[in-house]
């Protein structure tokens, strides 16, 4: 297989917005009677729409309002507007991709406001993803569900034959196995395990990724 096109999952593989926006979650829901330790949320919730997130931990006891994803949204934005830094090498590997003339993008279950604020921090490297970023909510396809890495792919003009799919959550592992999509489960502090289970092959350092794919 000759890649042509790698599709970066957001949120804990460009920047590192994981740790506070989960932070916010397990607080949130322990205030609405879900207490739950950090390893839970990391394993239940990460890579979920908002209102998967939702349902899910209506479904495990906690007392939301109708309107808690919204509300969430607003907090989850002001703790992310305090900043969050970019994933160590990512920059480093995206100039490795343009010297091969690899295409990029971005395919993401957050919502684009969230991106802007997360990746909008960082102007050189948003300016070079302008163009190449696709949320679920803009394409009303989320991952697992494989559609959005489709999307991604056709707008790259790349057969997902010839892509490879860069993610952190076990969601979007399924995404890309679903699509028929080789995929690397980003897992810098674990063994891969649980994303293997998923069909993904472990990357513990992004800056080992052109070496995986050929380059």
Not at 5 to 30: A, Q, Y
Not at 171 to 183: D, E, K, P, V, Y
């Amino acid at each position: 297989m000759t890649v042509q096109c790698v599709i970066f999952d957001c949120d804990g593989v460009l920047v590192d917005s994981e740790p506070p926006t989960l932070s916010l979650l397990r607080d949130d829901l322990e205030a609405h009677g879900l207490p739950l330790a950090m390893a839970d949320i990391e394993r239940d919730y990460t890579g979920l729409l908002m209102e998967n997130v939702a349902k899910k931990a209506r479904a495990a006891g906690a007392d939301l309002p109708e309107d808690w994803v919204p509300r969430f949204y607003e907090k989850m934005f002001a703790r992310l507007g305090d900043g969050v830094p970019l994933m160590e090498g990512i920059e480093e590997v995206l100039d490795q991709l343009d010297g091969a003339s690899i295409a990029y993008c971005v395919a993401s279950n957050g919502p684009d406001a969230k991106m802007e604020i997360t990746l909008g921090a960082h102007p050189a490297l948003y300016e070079r993803l302008k163009g190449r970023i696709h949320s679920a909510h803009r394409h009303n396809t989320a991952k697992p569900d494989p559609d959005l890495l489709l999307i991604a792919a056709k707008a790259a003009g790349v057969a997902p034959e010839n892509c490879v799919m860069v993610d952190d959550s076990p969601s979007g592992c399924i995404a890309a196995r679903r699509a028929g999509i080789r995929c690397f489960g980003f897992d810098p502090s674990g063994d891969g395990a649980r994303l293997g289970g998923e069909g993904a092959e472990h990357l513990a350092d992004l800056r080992d990724l052109p070496a995986r794919i050929g380059l």
